[in-house]
């Protein structure tokens, strides 16, 4: 830890808020292998990041038109949130740090290359809105992670400079896209390991949930 004082926490949502990713992962292995994609799990887990239509179109170039890319989306997520629902939970210990953030007059944001039914899912489904200041969403930028736009939106809408700010991140997208926009990095893995964010100086801690006691650090 850096010892800097923050005011502000930027949360990435899936696998970093709730441990949904092998969900997202598993629904597009099935969807994309029944359009002919003949991928592997590992390989899935390797390009399940960005928006859902960028990673259809990386897929399949050229092949859906926007609507239908849209339509796949959907039907991909109302897939994913059936399988995940009966396990929708926030990882260990967040909802104590979210209180303390809370306390501690902390704002909190949301950026994720998720479209806003996905967040609402999570944060409706688990009754954590009244936590967060802004929600930066699919939607509310033009290029995903590792681009660094979702980061600095969020910092616009919550009026605070990168020195000020604290992202939380599962992957190696995200911790680049927070490189990318100056801001300061921990994270959990709940799906990548420690070795593959070795390139990412701003990456100052990884915890294996939010009980981790050195997050206190961070709240004061």
């Avoid at 887990?45 to 990386?58: F, Q």
């Avoid at 092949?63 to 990882?91: A, C, G, H």
């Avoid at 306390?103 to 999570?122: C, H, L, P, T, W």
Wanted: charged share 30%; aromatic share 10%; net charge negative.
């Amino acid at each position: 830890m850096t010892g800097k004082r923050y005011k502000c926490f930027l949360f990435d949502l899936n696998g970093t808020m709730v441990n949904d990713m092998q969900y997202h992962i598993g629904s597009w292995h099935r969807i994309l292998n029944e359009l002919g994609a003949n991928i592997s799990m590992e390989r899935m887990k390797e390009e399940c990041y960005g928006k859902n239509n960028e990673l259809l179109e990386r897929m399949f170039p050229g092949r859906f038109t926007e609507e239908e890319k849209n339509r796949l989306s959907l039907e991909k997520e109302k897939k994913y949130q059936q399988d995940f629902k009966p396990n929708l939970k926030l990882i260990d210990g967040l909802d104590e740090f979210l209180k303390k953030a809370d306390e501690n007059n902390k704002k909190i944001a949301v950026g994720s290359a998720a479209i806003m039914f996905n967040i609402d899912f999570v944060l409706d489904g688990l009754n954590i809105r009244r936590y967060v200041d802004a929600i930066v969403s699919a939607d509310d930028v033009q290029k995903s992670k590792p681009d660094p736009g979702t980061w600095l939106t969020c910092m616009e809408k919550l009026n605070a400079d990168s020195d000020e700010c604290l992202v939380f991140e599962d992957s190696p997208k995200g911790a680049e896209s927070a490189l990318n926009a100056g801001i300061d990095c921990i994270i959990i893995t709940t799906l990548h390991r420690p070795e593959e964010f070795y390139q990412y100086n701003n990456v100052i801690a990884f915890i294996n949930d939010f009980k981790n006691p050195e997050l206190q650090q961070v709240l004061s």
